[in-house]
């Protein structure tokens, strides 16, 4: 009868540590892409993961960095006809042209000519007076590439691609799934303000995301947040002209650039936030909408329902005013 009890004994203990085991979050932190990445998961193992992720995250960097001469996508910019094109770099190619047709090329990857002379890109830019925009509108179009026998080819080898607007999105959803493929269901990965989530945070509730109010701050000292949401599962990108931007003889120029025009945008569409199975396209999607602005956006947005978005604009008073599709409606913590 005492062994008997001390056999139970000894298996409540044991469950009881795997349980507390089981229950163990991680918190990783750190720079990358330039930015932060913040990571939360919940895993057994006491080393956590971080290791692997920044592996895998330098991986990612060699391929869509166009800060990194060895990149990839730099030696595509550079037409070096040696380049093997990776996983990442034509999966990144083909959601992109993808989103570019939906959005009638208000989401462009080949904008970075652009990005450039404006001085938000990898190459120094021009003074505003001085850049050649119908010149450059003849090197920018996601019509003039295609991806074919594992090389890229270019209408006119002066095309480049900058994926500032979707590698960010597409570097957190490598880390998920890697933290998937782990069999991990409870976790919060977020690089540079892009997130995706899954099941409960260690508060043992759904992840809670904030969307910042769109006020204008390059040093991002004075954040306040508009409204915060709730997410159990989906990925959640922001886009807005309020961080990135300069002001050159009392004019305001934002980072955000429309391809078809070649012109910084300016209308009342301060803040995109998209909710997207993936952030990669929460990413896309989010530059997209601060193109194209608040009425085509809110089209797109309920014409697939993939796609949630919760926008800040102004109205025709000038007041700052909200748009949050009907599904994100529930998600809005009161």
Not at 214 to 220: F, K, L, Q
Not at 221 to 246: C, H, P, W
Not at 250 to 272: C, E, F, M, N, W
Request: charged share 25%; aromatic share 12%; proline share 4%.
């Amino acid at each position: 009868m005492n062994k008997l009890k001390y056999i139970s004994l000894f298996l409540l203990i044991i469950a009881f540590g795997a349980c507390k085991q089981e229950s163990k979050y991680h918190f990783n932190e750190g720079k990358v892409f330039g930015t932060f990445y913040h990571m939360v998961y919940q895993y057994p193992n006491k080393e956590g993961l971080q290791t692997e992720i920044l592996q895998k995250l330098k991986e990612f960097d060699f391929s869509l960095s166009t800060y990194n001469p060895e990149s990839v996508i730099s030696k595509v910019n550079e037409n070096d006809s040696t380049v093997a094109l990776d996983n990442y770099f034509t999966t990144c190619f083909k959601t992109s042209e993808q989103i570019a047709k939906i959005t009638d090329g208000a989401f462009d990857w080949t904008v970075a000519p652009l990005v450039n002379a404006w001085g938000f890109g990898f190459k120094n830019k021009l003074e505003p007076e001085e850049i050649p925009v119908d010149s450059l509108l003849q090197v920018v179009g996601y019509q003039k590439v295609r991806l074919e026998a594992g090389k890229v080819i270019k209408e006119d080898p002066r095309i480049m691609f900058d994926a500032s607007a979707i590698a960010k999105g597409y570097g957190v959803d490598v880390v998920a799934d890697f933290l998937e493929s782990k069999g991990i269901t409870n976790y919060m990965v977020e690089i540079g303000g892009e997130i995706r989530v899954k099941g409960n945070s260690n508060k043992n509730r759904p992840w809670r995301v904030g969307i910042d109010k769109p006020i204008d701050d390059p040093t991002s000292l004075s954040r306040q947040i508009q409204d915060v949401l709730e997410l159990k599962n989906g990925a959640m990108a922001t886009s807005g002209n309020y961080r990135q931007f300069y002001v050159k003889d009392g004019k305001k120029y934002a980072h955000t650039i429309d391809p078809r025009l070649g012109y910084p945008v300016q209308h009342s569409l301060l803040s995109a936030s998209v909710v997207a199975p993936t952030c990669m396209k929460a990413d896309a999607y989010a530059t997209a909408f601060m193109v194209l602005g608040l009425e085509k956006s809110v089209e797109i947005v309920q014409n697939d329902p993939e796609l949630d978005a919760y926008f800040i604009y102004t109205d025709k008073e000038g007041a700052l005013t909200t748009f949050t599709s009907e599904n994100l409606k529930a998600q809005i913590l009161k």
